[in-house]
């Protein structure tokens, strides 16, 4: 054998090697030892019932789902602001995101209660959600996050609330017969 044959035979061996360590390394995650995981402070907007147990089986989920390099810590009603300003918050970097309703923006604009609960005899749920993936429901949500209220903030549709039994009343209804004439 010559030194060239030797020099080729050790170049391509060298050569394979370091592309199989190369490869290895790179289907390993970059995991750094004893790393503090990044911790999110979301807070929610319900103080108890269904609505707060989807908040908690999606922190839950998350948090397993980072193998702990996430960490979402979910604060309960009003833990650090009013429900009606966790939007403003989350903008400002109060808080890292909220679990709320978008129809709780109502007071900010009417034009939230579109992406929210809907009256009853209008659209079921799983509509509500087509509309926002293939209606224009996004972007008109878009619209009035970013050029309306001036908020830079992503929202996430899950779970819509079906439409709201005999609708809304400003006053408390207590009796069917303040149903007559409405």
């Known amino acids: 054998m010559t030194d060239k044959t030797t020099s080729r035979r050790k170049f391509l061996t060298t050569g394979a090697a370091a592309i199989a360590g190369g490869t290895a390394a790179a289907a390993f995650p970059n995991i750094s030892v004893g790393a503090s995981p990044i911790v999110l402070k979301v807070q929610a907007a319900w103080g108890g019932g ?13 948090n397993e789902m980072s193998g702990g390099s996430l960490k979402i810590d979910l604060l309960g009603v009003g833990a650090v602001v009013k429900t009606a300003e966790m939007q403003t918050a989350v903008h400002k970097g109060v808080l890292d995101g909220a679990h709320l309703v978008t129809a709780y923006w109502y007071s900010k604009s009417p034009v939230a209660s579109l992406f929210g609960t809907g009256p009853c005899f209008g659209w079921s749920a799983n509509e509500l959600m087509g509309w926002i993936a293939y209606g224009g429901g996004s972007e008109l949500y878009y619209e009035l996050m970013h050029d309306k209220l001036r908020l830079d903030l992503v929202g996430f549709f899950s779970g819509p609330m079906p439409a709201q039994p005999l609708g809304w009343f400003k006053e408390q209804i207590k009796g069917s017969g303040q149903m007559k004439g409405l």
């Open 50 to 62: 269904i609505f707060l147990e989807f908040a908690e089986d999606y922190v839950r989920r998350v």
